[in-house]
Every structure is written in structure tokens, then in C-alpha cells.
């Protein structure tokens, strides 16, 4: 339409449905910007899965584990070793894709 309207908010839904290009800020400073789907392409994983129960990973003993995998056959190393009770399987969402990315921006 040739039209540029600069939308600033803390709604990441919001944000997906509504913008097709996206510029997400830390402290001011851009740490990724592009479509929702190239963001998404960006980041190289596809799903958020939060696994529940006895998690043993070497010597370690979790309730609760969250990964970011893009292939589901990658939380099948957990079924051998733990006693789950619960797991949760979404496709990220901006806002996953937001804290991910600010997490390793602060590092």
C-alpha cells in the first residue's frame, strides 16, 4: 500500500498477526529484524517442548526441562532415562523467539 506505520509493543501476538516486518529491540539496541517467517528461519529451531518428571541427564536429576529443537525426534533421548509425566509440544511462538534471543544477547 505504500505505507510505513511504526508500531512499538510488549504483545507479541499482536505483533505476529498484525506486522509483516518486525525489528526486535534489547535495551535499544536491534537484535533481529525481518518477516515473522524469516525471523523464524533465523533462529533455526521450530518448536518449544516442555518435558515434566524425572529428567536425568548424566549425574543431573531435573523436574522440568525446556527445549528448542526443530525436529521432534530430538526429545526422544529423554524417554529412556526419565520418568515423565508430562510434555508439551508448541511451535514457538515471537515471543519464545524474543527471550531466546535476548538471552543470548545479555551473555
Given at each position: 500500500m505504500g505505507k510505513t506505520i511504526v508500531l512499538t509493543a510488549h504483545e507479541m501476538p499482536l505483533v505476529e498477526?498484525?506486522?509483516?516486518?518486525?525489528?526486535?529491540?534489547?535495551?535499544?539496541?536491534?537484535?533481529?529484524?525481518?518477516?515473522?517467517?524469516?525471523?523464524?528461519?533465523?533462529v533455526g529451531w521450530?518448536?518449544?517442548?516442555?518435558?515434566?518428571?524425572?529428567?536425568?541427564?548424566?549425574?543431573?536429576?531435573?523436574e522440568r526441562k525446556t527445549l528448542y529443537i526443530t525436529n521432534l525426534g530430538e526429545?526422544?533421548?529423554?524417554?529412556?532415562?526419565?520418568?515423565?509425566?508430562?510434555?508439551?509440544?508448541?511451535?514457538?511462538s515471537l515471543e519464545d523467539l524474543y527471550m531466546k534471543a535476548i538471552e543470548g544477547d545479555e551473555k
Open positions: 498477526r498484525a506486522c509483516d516486518r518486525i525489528m526486535l529491540l534489547n535495551n535499544g539496541k536491534k537484535i533481529l529484524e525481518g518477516s515473522p517467517i524469516s525471523l523464524f528461519e533465523k521450530r518448536y518449544k517442548v516442555v518435558i515434566k518428571g524425572k529428567i536425568y541427564e548424566g549425574n543431573e536429576k531435573r526429545i526422544a533421548q529423554y524417554f529412556n532415562n526419565s520418568n515423565l509425566y508430562e510434555i508439551e509440544i508448541e511451535p514457538i
